[in-house]
Antibody, heavy 117, light 111 residues
Framework: EVQLVESGGGLVQPGGSLRLSCAASGFTFSRDWMSWVRQAPGKGLEWVAK????????YYVDSVEGRFTISRDNGRNSLYLQMNSLRAEDTAVYYCAREVWWRFDNWGQGTLVTVSS | QSALTQPASVSGSPGQTISISCAGT?????????VSWYQQHPGKVPKLIIY???DRPSGVPDRFSGSKSGNTASLTISGLRPEDESDYYCTSYRANNPHVIFGGGTKLTVL
């Protein structure tokens, strides 16, 4: 059974940093693209970033480009999202998701990031 | 990076059939058959219910079906049940970044 478990969310001040983690199990992590998808309170879903199986390609939504960095450690079956220069509009539940042929077939339970002073 | 366009809300009575549209462009839905649909109950994790326009993951009832015509995809739910009341999101692949775009979401109310 595929399991994705996020951690690292919390309350941070504007301009601050946070690092999210996602622990994967139940599948061969090193063979799949992985993504982060977020959902602001009461809003829709928004794709944030994705990373290729071997980490050689990374893509970001324009609004986080230059501030967020996605990475992975295939030896630890883990996905990360380093978030810097956080803004109020980054407040959201962040989901880790496995991406197969541009569909998200498995999701974690999400971790809440709140950016507020 | 425009989102795909979905109606904000749709409603139906138990047993009825409803459809939710997802309008894109020739750069996404109109060219690629990588349209997916997700169901999200309040406070819950999104769940994949349709992929590759028409395919259903194992365990998803055949009351849920997908289709596409031109630049618009549709999710159809037949034999509506109270537990179908949820938010539904479409996605599509597009060649330029972001490679996956979401629709704004549709709230389905089962009256």
């Amino acid at each position: 059974e595929v399991q994705l478990v996020e951690s690292g969310g919390g309350l941070v001040q504007p301009g601050g940093s946070l690092r999210l983690s996602c622990a994967a199990s139940g599948f061969t992590f090193s063979r799949d693209w992985m993504s982060w998808v977020r959902q602001a309170p009461g809003k829709g879903l928004e794709w944030v970033a994705k990373i290729k199986e071997d980490g050689s390609q990374k893509y970001y939504v324009d609004s986080v480009e230059g501030r967020f960095t996605i990475s992975r450690d295939n030896g630890r079956n883990s996905l990360y999202l380093q978030m810097n220069s956080l803004r109020a509009e980054d407040t959201a539940v962040y989901y880790c998701a496995r991406e197969v042929w541009w569909r998200f077939d498995n999701w974690g339970q999400g971790t809440l990031v709140t950016v507020s002073s | 990076q425009s989102a795909l366009t979905q109606p904000a809300s749709v409603s139906g009575s138990p047993g009825q059939t409803i459809s939710i549209s997802c309008a894109g462009t020739s750069s996404d839905i109109g060219t690629y058959d990588f349209v997916s649909w997700y169901q999200q109950h309040p406070g819950k994790v999104p769940k994949l219910i349709i992929y590759a326009v028409t395919d259903r993951p194992s365990g998803v009832p055949d009351r849920f079906s997908g289709s596409k015509s031109g630049n618009t995809a549709s999710l159809t739910i037949s034999g509506l049940r109270p537990e179908d009341e949820s938010d539904y999101y479409c996605t599509s692949y597009r060649a330029n970044n972001p490679h996956v775009i979401f629709g704004g979401g549709t709230k389905l109310t089962v009256l």
